[in-house]
């Protein structure tokens, strides 16, 4: 192996743009899993679905898959309210959520997965933009602008998501739903309702984490399957539903998969955040900026 | 009933499964059954942690793929016969389990899930990059036409997978009624009230890990010779990984008895639909009924058969009006 600097920098740089991408992905699954308790495994799911959506009005109508992303999220939202009213009702009310309810999303997973497969083939897809295919060069330095401008849209979404979370009234309800529904309900608040609003972003953020994941990389629906160990992985560091330790940790686990594959070759890239799931696991299920 | 009473009536029962497929004289069946009783070990060895324990384990296949592969490694040095390959299969499966379930049980729930995930995926990833068995490209084993007794080689593999099948359940049995049963079940319901009243709670998770881990492990050692060609996608396939949990599920996951069902309900559908409609479609099945039955009948079909045999229809409607939890704080 011949060590390059110039190599080095272009993983990094590379890794945290990525990373910035990662940390979109894990939004959704640090409100829901994080914040609310609720594990779904489907998250990757409705990402891929996002992806297929942005897909499909590209090549009809040749929109902008980021502008379509952001069109689509109230169906979005809708579904995940939806799907919250299922989970509640059949598993979280009766006090099943734990076996039964992870068996839900498992299923739910699949059904998307397999649904995908049947109407579209496992064939990659990919979508039109202009900023698909030109590169920005400083030096040695390459970035990608198929990278940078999901990597700079994600880091908006972040900053909208944080700022409704701490500033807005819904987004002060939802971190208090987190920490004691009684109080809440005591204060003439619907818990319920503020978990299926959360609920809801939470999947409205897969819209435009699956538009983003269309731009920078071809989709097929097994791709989400990768991205499930990813995102519970950055979740976890992350320090679980705390969405600046979910940045933090995206990040690292964009540069240290870049130097992975750049180094050691591609098809060691997913133990990679796989790996640092079971050692977080294993020595601080806190993670990196824990509650 | 004693275990050697119901083991003996599992072998006769066995056997005339394989007297019946013997008599249609086509291997198909052959090939289709291995597959629904491949489904019954993994499905009840699943049970063992899951139905149990209450621990859910997304990582069946690895499992799975880890006993097929121990195959093909020690079939690169030198080959031996299945019976011993199982065996072989069994521990180092049993020893991953054992090993998962140090690094992991002492988180509760979810996490464990996720972890069994992702030890699903760093295991695919060792073997596509261990060349020794193939790497990504997949490993050929080249299976005998025939084998001394049983005429053609499927029959042998059947009766081998019908072997670990009566054995699985039995096992299943066994913990179920024994000491070691009622500790699970301690788990399952409270495990902070289990450890608090001594029951020994990390060490009965490890035991159950290790043996359920085994189970799969011998369900795959088999496998590299029934489908000829290995490749880590089929043999890490969400498909194990989901129905090891979808046939517990649907068929009940508090007895032997439901992921028996389960297996055999659902492999033979399965089987038929691969045949009449498409290996798609049938894994969309698949799907729909495990949503279907988490959510409409959570306790599987033998809860189903349990309700229906201990009330009337009528008052079944009354007492889940009764049943619903804490009264709802108006808005």
């Not at chain 2, 033979?268 to 009449?276: D, E, F, G, K």
């Amino acid at each position: 192996m011949i060590f390059s600097f110039d190599l080095l920098v272009n993983a990094i740089v590379s890794g945290i743009l990525i990373g910035a991408f990662y940390a979109a992905v894990t939004a959704g699954v640090t409100l829901s899993f994080g914040i609310l308790d609720i594990v779904n495994i489907a998250h990757p799911a409705f990402i891929i679905l996002g992806s297929y959506v942005a897909y499909i009005v590209n090549t009809t109508f040749g929109l902008d898959p980021i502008i379509t992303a952001i069109i689509v999220t109230p169906a979005f939202y809708a579904l995940g309210a939806g799907i919250y009213q299922i989970y509640y009702v059949s598993f979280e009310k009766r006090g099943q959520e734990s076996m039964r309810g992870l068996a839900f999303f498992f299923g739910l997973l699949f059904i998307t997965e397999v649904t995908l497969v049947l109407y579209f083939g496992v064939d990659y897809r990919y979508v039109e933009a202009r900023y698909i295919g030109p590169t920005l060069h400083f030096g040695s330095l390459d970035v990608p602008l198929r990278i940078l401008v999901p990597c700079l849209v994600s880091l908006l979404l972040i900053a909208v998501l944080q700022l409704v979370l701490t500033r807005t009234f819904i987004g002060r309800a939802i971190m208090a739903v987190a920490q004691d529904q009684l109080a809440l309900k005591l204060m003439a608040i619907d818990p319920i309702r503020i978990k299926r609003i959360a609920f809801g972003i939470s999947i409205a953020s897969a819209s435009l984490a699956g538009a983003f994941l269309i731009i920078i990389q071809p989709v097929e629906p097994s791709v989400g399957r990768e991205y499930i160990g990813r995102v519970f992985a950055i979740c976890v560091l992350g320090g679980m539903g705390s969405l600046p330790g979910t940045v933090i940790a995206a990040m690292l686990v964009g540069i240290v998969e870049s130097l992975t594959s750049t180094f050691y070759g591609p098809s060691w890239a997913p133990a990679v955040s796989f790996g640092f799931l079971l050692l977080t696991l294993a020595v601080r299920p806190a993670g990196l900026l824990g509650r | 009933m004693r275990s050697g009473l119901f083991l003996l009536i599992c072998l006769i029962v066995g056997g005339g499964v394989f007297a019946a497929a013997l008599a249609l004289g086509n291997d198909y069946y052959f090939f289709a059954g291995y597959v629904v009783l491949q489904y019954v070990v993994l499905a009840t060895a699943w049970n063992i942690l899951g139905g149990y324990c209450g621990y859910v384990n997304f990582g069946s296949a690895a499992f799975f793929a880890l006993g097929a592969y121990s195959t093909v490694a020690i079939h690169r040095l030198t080959p031996l016969p299945i019976p011993i390959l199982v065996a072989i299969g069994g521990i180092v499966s049993g020893f991953v389990g054992f090993g998962m379930g140090y690094l992991t049980l002492r988180l509760r729930g979810a996490f464990f899930a996720i972890a069994t995930l992702a030890l699903a995926v760093v295991l695919e990833t060792l073997i596509v990059n261990w060349d020794f068995v193939g790497g990504s490209r997949g490993a050929y084993i080249v299976r005998p036409e025939t084998i001394a007794p049983f005429g053609s080689y499927i029959k042998y593999l059947f009766m081998i997978m019908m072997l670990l099948a009566v054995g699985s359940v039995t096992i299943a049995r066994l913990i179920e009624r024994s000491r070691l049963g009622y500790g699970f079940a301690t788990i399952r319901d409270d495990e902070l009230a289990a450890e608090a009243s001594g029951v020994p709670t990390l060490r009965l998770k490890l035991i159950a890990t290790t043996i359920s881990g085994a189970l799969m492990g011998c369900a795959g050692a088999p496998f590299p010779y029934y489908i000829g060609y290995l490749q880590p996608s089929s043999a890490f396939g969400l498909d194990y990984a989901v129905n090891s949990i979808a046939m517990p599920l649907i068929g009940g996951t508090t007895s032997w008895v439901g992921p028996l069902i389960g297996a055999i309900l659902l492999g033979s559908l399965q089987q038929i639909a691969t045949v009449t409609i498409s290996s798609a479609v049938n894994l969309l099945i698949v799907g729909f009924l495990l949503v279907g039955f988490v959510i409409v009948a959570p306790n599987g079909i033998i809860g189903l058969v349990h309700k229906y045999l201990q009330h009337r229809p009528d008052d079944m409607v009354g007492r889940r009006r009764v049943s619903t939890d804490a009264p709802e704080v108006a808005p």
